[in-house]
Structures are given as C-alpha cells and as structure tokens.
C-alpha cells in the first residue's frame, strides 16, 4: 500500500520531530496531543527548526512554508483513525500506550498501519491486544529526529511483510537508515547503549571517577561525541531507568540491574535537560556536575 497521510500521537520531543521529518517529506501529517500548549509549542518547535535549515541553505523558504502547511493538529485522538500511518509517540509506559491503541481502535480505517516509537516496550505485547496485529510494528526513530540517520524497524511476532516494506518506503522517503531488529527488549540501540550508560552511572557511584572525569573518558578515550552521563541527561534519566527495567525484566539477567544512584535521581525528580538537572545543573551559563 501506498501511504500518504500520518498520524502522530504526542506532541513532545520525539513526536514534533517525527512530524518535521514526515512533512518535509511530502505526508500530510495530523498531529494529536491532550494539551493545547503542547500542539502549539510543538508547531512553534517545528517552525524554528526548519526555518534554521533554511538559514543554513538547506531548504528553501517555499520548502519550508509547504512544509508547515502539512501539518495540523487536533486535540482528538479519534481525528487520527483514518490516516494511513499512525505513529504513536507518547510517554514510554505501556499502559498508557495500551489505552491509546485502545481508544484508536473503533475509529481506524481498515487499512490503517499502526506504529509505536517505543524505544524498548515488547511490540509483539502492544500489537496482541489490537485488531491487528499483522499491521503492528516498532517505528523507532532517534533523537533528534531531524538528525539522526537511522529508524529501527521492530516487527513483532504477527507483523505481516506487507507491513514492513511500507514501513520501509517512508523511511527511504525520509532519506535515512533502516536497521531491521527482531522483538526482544530494548531491540538494538538501547540494548547496547543502556547498559552502558547504567555501566557509567555505577562507575560514579561506586566513587571510581566524578561526573566529570567518567564524561571525559569517553569523549576523549573513546571518541564519544557525549560523554555517557551528559547523554543520560539529553535522553532524560527516567528514560534511562525505564528501559533499564525492560531489560531487567524481559531478560531476567542482574547484568541490567539499575544502579540505585539512578533510581536516586529519578526519585528526586532530578530527570536531567528537561527539568534543569540531572547529573549537570543546566540553570547556569554552563552546565556543572550535581557529583
């Protein structure tokens, strides 16, 4: 099937970024969120950002005003059944997802492909209680969307090859990267890269090195862009702990076992760029470890 429309579910950072992408790319897009401030900083978000692709010569302005014309929003969530594509983007907690897929359900076209952007949720699990789980699969996308190259495609146990390659298509419209995983917890990225950070935050709390030494022995030993706990911190820590659980759970191995100092951090609200600390304080001029 030939898809042309999108609907996205969630208006937050990796939703407006899905819908930037999508809209460049020539889908008409329906952007759905349970708060107006949300849908109108998203499109705000979505403005600046293209418009700085503009300033760099990237895009054309009439790209650009095309480009926003795609998109249109709705606080109704039932506004998104009859679009081809349905990305859902919201918060990583499976009962909520589970109630969003559940309200879609009654007002979905027949031909509808359903998508979540989970980052570690079972999609075989999300897909079971739907109406189709032959047209269900993990569209993962990476943050920021607008510049990470690669999307992993997760099918589950019941996802149809039809369902793939259409998935497939929009993703080389978009001009990036599929990498293909199998259903397991936290797929591929996150399988890697969460444990890793885990490793960091343990490293600290174990007194091994500070915030700052464990950042730059990365970044400089390892030629890590980011150093793991200022990546922790851009990712948001209670992320972090979430798919930490997944794995912890889904794989029933201690070697994914959360370390306490980042059960601490969550505990104390302390979830990183998004709230103004986390393992940096960001309220200053330049960031300064919390450790």
């Given at each position: 099937m030939e898809i042309k429309s999108i609907g996205i579910v969630g208006a937050g950072q990796m939703g407006n970024g899905i819908a930037h992408v999508m809209a460049l790319a020539g889908y008409d897009v329906l952007l759905n969120d349970i708060s107006e401030d949300s849908l109108k900083s998203a499109i705000?978000?979505?403005?600046?950002?293209?418009?700085?692709?503009v300033s760099k010569g990237a895009l054309s302005a009439l790209e650009k005003d095309a480009a926003m014309a795609?998109?249109?929003?709705?606080?109704q969530l039932t506004d998104l059944g009859s679009s081809d594509l349905v990305?859902?983007?919201?918060?990583?907690?499976?009962?909520?997802?589970?109630?969003?897929f559940a309200?879609?359900?009654?007002?979905?076209?027949?031909?509808?492909?359903?998508?979540?952007?989970?980052?570690?949720i079972s999609i075989t699990r999300l897909a079971a209680a739907t109406d189709r789980p032959e047209r269900f699969m993990g569209f993962h996308f990476m943050n920021p969307v607008p510049v990470m190259q690669l999307v992993e495609l997760i099918r589950g146990i019941a996802t149809d090859q039809p369902t793939y390659?259409?998935?497939?298509?929009?993703?080389?419209?978009?001009?990036?990267?599929?990498?293909?995983?199998?259903?397991?917890p936290a797929f591929i990225v996150n399988r890697i890269l969460m444990p890793m950070i885990n490793e960091a935050v343990y490293t600290l709390y174990e007194g091994v090195g500070s915030v700052q030494s464990i950042d730059?022995?990365?970044?400089?030993?390892?030629?890590?862009?980011?150093?793991?706990?200022e990546l922790a911190d851009f990712i948001g820590l209670d992320t972090c702990l979430a798919i930490m659980n997944v794995l912890h759970d889904g794989l029933a191995d201690t070697k994914y076992r959360p370390c306490p100092l980042l059960t601490k951090y969550v505990e104390a609200g302390w979830l990183g760029r998004?709230?103004?600390?986390?393992?940096?304080?960001?309220?200053?001029?330049?960031?300064v470890p919390t450790r």
């Amino acid at each position: 099937m030939e898809i042309k429309s999108i609907g996205i579910v969630g208006a937050g950072q990796m939703g407006n970024g899905i819908a930037h992408v999508m809209a460049l790319a020539g889908y008409d897009v329906l952007l759905n969120d349970i708060s107006e401030d949300s849908l109108k900083s998203a499109i705000a978000r979505i403005d600046k950002n293209i418009e700085r692709q503009v300033s760099k010569g990237a895009l054309s302005a009439l790209e650009k005003d095309a480009a926003m014309a795609r998109i249109k929003t709705t606080l109704q969530l039932t506004d998104l059944g009859s679009s081809d594509l349905v990305i859902e983007a919201a918060t990583e907690r499976e009962d909520i997802k589970h109630k969003i897929f559940a309200a879609l359900l009654p007002h979905l076209s027949d031909h509808t492909i359903l998508t979540s952007n989970t980052s570690s949720i079972s999609i075989t699990r999300l897909a079971a209680a739907t109406d189709r789980p032959e047209r269900f699969m993990g569209f993962h996308f990476m943050n920021p969307v607008p510049v990470m190259q690669l999307v992993e495609l997760i099918r589950g146990i019941a996802t149809d090859q039809p369902t793939y390659d259409a998935c497939l298509k929009v993703v080389e419209r978009l001009d990036k990267t599929a990498a293909s995983a199998e259903d397991f917890p936290a797929f591929i990225v996150n399988r890697i890269l969460m444990p890793m950070i885990n490793e960091a935050v343990y490293t600290l709390y174990e007194g091994v090195g500070s915030v700052q030494s464990i950042d730059m022995s990365l970044k400089l030993g390892a030629n890590h862009p980011m150093g793991p706990l200022e990546l922790a911190d851009f990712i948001g820590l209670d992320t972090c702990l979430a798919i930490m659980n997944v794995l912890h759970d889904g794989l029933a191995d201690t070697k994914y076992r959360p370390c306490p100092l980042l059960t601490k951090y969550v505990e104390a609200g302390w979830l990183g760029r998004k709230v103004g600390r986390g393992f940096y304080d960001y309220r200053g001029d330049v960031p300064v470890p919390t450790r």
